[in-house]
T-cell receptor, first 113, second 113 residues
């Protein structure tokens, strides 16, 4: 499959464990933040987003936490499965109200059966 | 099936030979964009279009052109490709500029020798 990045931070977990993927963002004026998943050889896939006026948002098996004080975003995946193995990256909008995203480099999640 | 399609998926060409990468979406989305993905740099936006006949530069537009004559199509044109345009290219669409959920195509791996 295609390699989407070299020397990405890597998180290895066992199947069934919870995973936490972190992202530091730079723009304190960003309106929203998004998490994407990219499997090998495929395009990025939207997972979940969170607005800057929220601290937490939950989806199916995923939770995103936003800490604006330290400009930190995290994605928690519950009961991680082998199918969750992918590169995960966060995005923030470039300018307030612009809806043009700036993407982070990503973290590679490896789930061991 | 709702999807974004790109063609070709793989292309090897020589410096200076004009090429076009096609992108089409069947979701009646207003907003479309092109990205390139390079190791260590993440996804960077090349051009975007908020609707038919409305296009604008992203972060790395040099050496690229786009057009949006129809809502469903957003081709990326390299008039005179150079080796530094060797990259993995993704087309994406979303319903409108106010939505965060983007749908990405499968990618086009371009090599310019």
């Amino acid at each position: 499959g295609e390699s989407v990045g070299l020397h990405l931070p890597t998180l290895s977990v066992q199947e069934g464990d919870n995973s936490i993927i972190n992202c530091a963002y730079s723009n304190s004026a960003s309106d929203y933040f998004i998490w994407y998943k990219q499997e090998s050889g495929k395009g990025p896939q939207f997972i979940i987003d969170i607005r800057s006026n929220m601290d937490k948002r939950q989806g199916q098996r995923v939770t995103v936490l936003l800490n604006k004080t330290v400009k930190h975003l995290s994605l928690q995946i519950a009961a991680t499965q082998p199918g969750d193995s992918a590169v995960y990256f966060c995005a923030e909008n470039k300018e307030q109200g612009s809806y043009i995203p700036t993407f982070g480099r990503g973290t590679s999640l490896i789930v061991h059966p | 099936e709702a999807q974004v399609t790109q063609n070709p998926r793989y292309l090897i060409t020589v410096t200076g030979k004009k090429l076009t990468v096609t992108c089409s979406q069947n979701m009646n989305h207003e907003y479309m964009s092109w990205y390139r993905q390079d190791p260590g740099l993440g996804l960077r936006q090349i051009y975007y279009s908020m609707n038919v006949e409305v296009t604008d530069k992203g972060d790395v537009p040099e050496g690229y052109k786009v057009s949006r004559k129809e809502k469903r199509n957003f081709p990326l044109i390299l008039e005179s490709p150079s080796p530094n345009q060797t990259s993995l290219y993704f087309c994406a669409s979303r319903l409108d500029r106010g939505r965060t959920e983007q749908y990405f195509g499968p990618g086009t791996r371009l090599t310019v020798t």
